[in-house]
């Protein structure tokens, strides 16, 4: 199969208006569980208002949120694909600036130092690409991902002591918590990563809070630590938008990866209640939209 740079570039146009529009289903299922389960009645009234927005933004073909985030593209690639790399990665960040002029969406990306804002939702090293393959043969997916700014701000780092152990993992992610508060407009999905150098757990944190609610960590001693952070992160009581409540995190989701003898990485990635992401899968057949 060939990937024609042109189809790309539709694609990442689409999927950045699909993003910031359509809430993922098993998002939407995180909301119901959330508000079943909450206790606060005025946690239970602010889920209610949430649900609100996202049935009349729905609805109305409007964004989900006013933020448009830090665009990030995930490519992922099989086996049996024909590409031009450079030109697949020239055509997704004129996807992203097409979306953003032709849409139009407001653009949040400026230069770090002055500020300038070209309002395209691109700039140096932006939009962030990722590359990957797998074995899938004739398929390649294109996943974006807007990250807001009011989750990524709450982005930490710990390079932890081996001798402290899981103990001093638990207890940095809850503080990371304690320390966002209400800042990341919960109920969250708190991405942790463990393991690597510090670059790699850092993507690691962002790869696990914007994996799919409901999905596990590969690894077992993983998934048990992401059963073990979710109940004790949501006995925190900062709840809905920090107000109070039972309902603070969907869940805490963990990837990682080896690491060195001597060191132990762990961070952790938020992503707010809501938690945009949209899909493009390429076969031979054609291309498919999904979350």
Known sequence: MRLEPAAIEDAARELYIRALKLLPP?????????????????????????????????ANDNLLCQDTGIPIYNLTIGGRVDFDGAAVKAAIRRGCERATREHPLRSSVVHP???????????????????DFDDSMETVQLEMVPKGSGSENNSFLKMAIPAEGVAAIKTFVVDCVIAAGGKTCPPTVVGVGIGGTSDLCVALAKRAATRALGSTCADAEGARLEAELSAAVNQLGIGPQGLGGDTTAFAVQVEVAATHITMNPVAVNMQCHSARRARATFTPAGVAYGF
Do not use: Q, W, Y
């Open 26 to 58: 098993d998002v939407k299922a995180g909301f119901a569980r959330a508000d079943s389960a909450e206790s606060d009645a005025t946690a239970k009234g602010i889920l209610g208002t949430m649900l609100a927005n996202i049935r009349v933004a729905e």
């Open 113 to 131: 130092l002055t500020r300038v804002n070209e309002h395209s939702s691109c700039g140096a090293n932006v939009p962030v690409i990722h590359i």
